[in-house]
């Protein structure tokens, strides 16, 4: 079984950083990129970024795109995401998730992961 968790919400003010964390136990015997996504209160649970396996390519939602850095260590089983030059639109549960397949090709819906950690609060003040 594939278990994720997230680390490393918090509350910060406008313009810092916080810097997220994801790890996975369990791993499956395949290669696999991983996402972040998050969800505000009232909203749908949106795409934030994603990695490659290598960790070579990466995508990001334009909201994010420029302040925020998706990375992942050389074993592959923790995932960051750097965020940077907060917004109070930031404020969300930020959510890991290890996709199905191994390229970026689909990896913007929720329904390209199979397995998803339970979630860290991140609030942005204004």
């Known amino acids: 079984q594939v278990h994720l968790v997230e680390s490393g919400g918090g509350l910060v003010q406008a313009g810092g950083s916080l810097r997220l964390s994801c790890v996975l136990s369990?791993?499956?015997?395949?290669?696999?990129?991983m996402g972040w996504f998050r969800q505000a209160p009232g909203k749908e649970r949106e795409f934030v970024a994603a990695?490659?396996?290598?960790?070579?390519?990466?995508y990001y939602a334009d909201s994010v795109r420029g302040r925020f850095a998706i990375s992942r260590d050389s074993s592959g089983n923790t995932v960051y995401l750097q965020m940077n030059s907060l917004k109070p639109e930031d404020t969300a549960v930020y959510f890991c998730a290890k996709a199905l397949g191994t390229t970026l090709v689909e990896v913007t819906r929720s329904q390209d992961y199979d397995y998803w950690g339970q979630g860290t609060q991140v609030t942005v003040s204004s």
């Open positions: 369990g791993r499956p015997y395949s290669r696999y990129a």
């Open positions: 990695i490659t396996w290598t960790g070579g390519n990466t």
